[in-house]
């Protein structure tokens, strides 16, 4: 039975030395009642604050209290009064932003290579975000810290730890460059400083798991990076569950989380996704978000098998502000009523995209989100295909397809892998630079040999029959620079077409690319068995220019491949489908979202308001289920539905922003 929170709130509390009369306003009572009414089942509070202050009783540090709360016993007070109405308390602490730290331990802080410390944020002071080194004696002030906590809250009142701000940075303090030494990193190379970093950062967690588990075992314990990928892995036992902080209107966009939760979900975890009520980013005080942009985050969130988070700040005074909890109930009581469906079911797929970010990881960046994954995320989800992201030690069997999206990387054992997945029925669709060898010789799998990337910057591609059958037979540009290769074994399903030349030296033709000179070029897709490799990056392009184009390639390049589809709709590309099945209740489930993000400021993206769809046709595979009652959630009305073999359609009169549709039945 899974056992994370699917209506939790994260409720930030950095509060300021200069702010009077901290917590004077807060009533227990009062505070537990406001959770409840607005369907909250749980709610991270924190002992300590980014600005280093502890908000309980401690009887190790009782000087580093907030200096002007009126109620220092404000988190045992959250912890009781939440814990009379089953609601839970994480309780939070950040690791390593801490001012009291800075301001007081400097030596403690991580410097870079010119000894300055490390503000990760490039904000101006005043700020409390110069990042503290963990190989310092800080950690032995973090346990005392935690071992403060645990005295005074008292095991049985703790429901797990939420331990904030992990990063690796890039720490040049003697204690530091000694360790390097000592371990064999290479003090001189970037990269192996930033594998140390990693190693430090793995140590402490590991380190800090086992100082928990050892005293709390029941505890839940999360390590917060800002981001899930395949970097986690060495460490994942030290995490009892993942939350994935992702607030779209923050630094992370909207196309981070489905870019992230395709692959937590498939680390063995139970996860919960996070943004923020905050109409932008976190501490943004007497700001709510649109609530059709809440609404879409955390349905999607359901939809996609996770948990919901919504982030808050708590007011110094220790109120809790009516209008959020106004707006969190309003999202929360809708997933209250899914809940008994979604918990402890699976997302079903047909589609696995293998994660660049094993090869980038290091380079973090775009936190941690390549290009070409987010264009294969939004590609695969406007086509309703249902898909996760794996990396290359995952299970390819558990797939029909798989994607090797724009540059990954080759290596022998990855080759024979996808070489055994082909030869047992797996299909493969790869682009560009994947799998690409650099010297001349044949690619197996694909039938084909590479011979680097091509001369011209931009060039074309002329449909058929095949190939981007739906669109004009005439030239379409490729914004990015493909690849050159010639087809040994495999069949050219695709030509591309070179222009009259680049636009450089003295050749140049209007504002942009030169036209068409109608010269066939090397091939732009090939298929060798049921495998299609398509020479654009068709992947980065789509996230850099998204031309139709590219989409109705990769969809009839799926189709020759893929001989059945999951989920099928006649609504626009802008609707977001996800199937998965209950097994406990005998259930099926499709949720369709239509919320449209829009760019309406200069710095965030959001929805405003939703905008229905009528009359929506569905045919949904169900397998061998023979399925007796179809209803739809939040309604619970009855759809009519026709099972014909292994589909079911029916008809949606009216789908505004979310509907969970159930299917019930026998096997
Ligand atoms: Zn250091």
């Known amino acids: 039975m899974s056992n994370v929170s699917y209506r939790q709130v994260h409720l930030d509390f950095h509060t300021s030395e200069y702010i009077p009369d901290v917590a004077n306003g807060f009533d227990g009572e009062e505070f537990a009642e406001t959770l409840l009414a607005a369907y909250v089942d749980s709610v991270t509070c924190f002992a300590r604050c980014h600005h280093g202050w502890l908000y309980y009783p401690s009887k190790n540090r009782p000087d580093l209290i907030h200096p002007n709360i009126k109620n220092r016993e404000l988190l045992l007070e959250q912890i009781n009064a939440c814990h009379q109405k089953d609601i839970k308390v994480p309780i939070y602490t950040t690791v390593q932003w801490d001012a009291y730290i800075a301001r007081e331990f400097p030596e403690w802080l991580s410097i870079d290579e010119s000894g300055k410390y490390i503000n990760t944020q490039n904000v101006p002071e005043p700020h409390f975000y110069y990042t503290i080194c963990l190989n310092s004696d800080y950690r032995t002030y973090f346990k005392e810290h935690l071992q403060d906590i645990i005295d005074v809250v008292e095991i049985n009142n703790i429901d797990g730890f939420f331990l904030d701000i992990l990063f690796e940075v890039d720490c040049h303090c003697d204690r530091c460059i000694n360790k390097m030494q000592e371990l064999d990193f290479n003090v001189n190379s970037l990269n192996e400083r930033m594998k140390y970093a990693t190693y430090m950062l793995n140590e402490f967690k590991k380190e800090i798991s086992e100082f928990i588990k050892e005293r709390v075992p029941h505890a839940g314990i999360f390590y917060n990076s800002s981001h899930v990928g395949p970097k986690i892995k060495p460490s994942l036992n030290d995490y ?87 707006l969190i109930g309003s999202v929360y009581e809708r997933i209250s009523k899914m809940e008994d469906y979604c918990r402890d079911s699976t ?22 989100v390549d290009p070409s994954l987010i264009g294969a995320v939004r590609l695969l989800q406007e086509l309703s295909y249902q898909f996760d992201i794996i990396d290359s030690n995952m299970v390819f069997e558990d797939y029909k397809l798989i994607i090797l999206p724009d540059h990954i990387q080759y290596s022998k054992e990855l080759e024979n892998k996808l070489l055994q997945y082909t030869s047992s029925g797996g299909k493969v669709i790869a682009t560009h630079k994947s799998l690409a060898k650099d010297n001349e010789s044949e690619n197996k799998l694909f039938g084909i040999n590479w011979l680097g990337e091509s001369y011209f910057d931009r060039e074309f591609v002329l449909p058929n029959e ?32 070179q222009p009259y030349f680049n636009r450089e030296g003295k050749t140049f033709c209007s504002h942009q690319h030169s036209p068409s000179s109608k010269q066939l070029g090397h091939p732009a897709v090939t298929m060798l068995d049921q495998v299609i490799y398509f020479s654009h990056p068709i992947f980065d392009i789509y996230r850099k220019n998204a031309p139709f184009w590219c989409k109705a390639m990769l969809n009839d390049a799926i189709k020759m491949v893929l001989d059945k589809k999951l989920v099928e709709h006649n609504g626009p590309a802008t609707l977001i489908t996800s199937l998965q099945v209950n097994e406990n209740r005998n259930a099926k489930m499709v949720h369709l979202l239509h919320y449209i993000t829009e760019k309406k400021s200069e710095d965030i993206y959001t929805i405003e308001e939703t905008i229905p769809l009528y009359h929506l046709d569905l045919k949904v595979h169900v397998g061998d289920m023979t399925v007796t009652q179809l209803k739809s959630i939040p309604t619970t009305k009855k759809i009519d539905f026709d099972q014909k073999g292994e589909y079911v359609t029916f008809q949606i009169d009216k789908l505004d922003g979310h509907m969970l549709v159930v299917m019930e039945g026998e096997n």
């Open 240 to 326: 009892t569950h993942l939350e994935l902080e992702s607030l779209p209107s923050g630094g992370w966009g909207y196309d981070h989380f489905p870019s992230t939760v395709r692959y937590a979900r498939k680390l063995g975890k139970e996860i919960i996704g996070m943004t923020g009520k905050f109409h932008t980013y976190w501490g943004d005080f007497h700001s709510l978000k649109n609530k059709a942009a809440l609404e879409f985050e955390c349905f999607n969130m359901i939809a996609s098998g996770a948990g919901s988070s919504i982030g808050d700040q708590l007011h110094p005074s220790g109120k809790l502000s009516p209008g959020s909890y106004q």
């Open 466 to 497: 095949t190939i981007g059958k739906n669109l004009h037979p005439e030239e379409y540009v490729m914004y990015k620079k493909g690849s050159k290769v010639e087809a040994t074994k495999a069949d050219v399903l695709m030509h591309s077409v």
């Open 347 to 368: 997302c079903l797929t047909e589609i696995a995209v293998l994660t660049p970010e094993e090869q980038t990881m290091e380079k973090g960046g775009n936190l941690g």
